[in-house]
Nanobody, 125 residues
Framework: QVQLVESGGGSVQPGGSLRLSCAAS????????MGWFRQAPGKEREFVAT????????YYTDSVKGRFTISRDNVKNTMYLQMNSLKPEDAAIYYC??????????????????WGQGTQDTVSS
């Protein structure tokens, strides 16, 4: 079992930046795809970004393309989400997760089998 711990959340003004981290412990991290999801109050958890085990292939939901960057450091067993030009609609609890081995898709919560506890991001003026 992999334990995932998010950090880096906080409160920023629109246009600001945050960098989230997801530290993994336990079993294999480097061999798995990883992803970020977010959940705003009263809404379902939604896909934000994912990257392959080697960090080369990345995919983003349309609303964050050009503003967010997902990356990973397999030596440090850590994944990151750099969020720039933040908007009020980006405010949510952000979760990191590990993709299931053999998963053919990447944007559904069911594609992931290990989740962190979440970190809160607030974007307001």
């Amino acid at each position: 079992q992999v334990q995932l711990v998010e950090s880096g959340g906080g409160s920023v003004q629109p246009g600001g930046s945050l960098r989230l981290s997801c530290a993994a412990s336990g079993r294999i991290f480097s061999g798995y795809g990883m992803g970020w999801f977010r959940q705003a109050p009263g809404k379902e958890r939604e896909f934000v970004a994912t990257l392959a085990w080697n960090g080369i292939s990345t995919y983003y939901t349309d609303s964050v393309k050009g503003r967010f960057t997902i990356s990973r450091d397999n030596v440090k067993n850590t994944m990151y989400l750099q969020m720039n030009s933040l908007k009020p609609e980006d405010a949510a609890i952000y979760y990191c997760a590990r993709r299931r081995s053999g998963s053919q898709s990447y944007s559904y919560t069911s594609d992931y089998d290990n989740w962190g506890q979440g970190t809160q991001d607030t974007v307001s003026s």
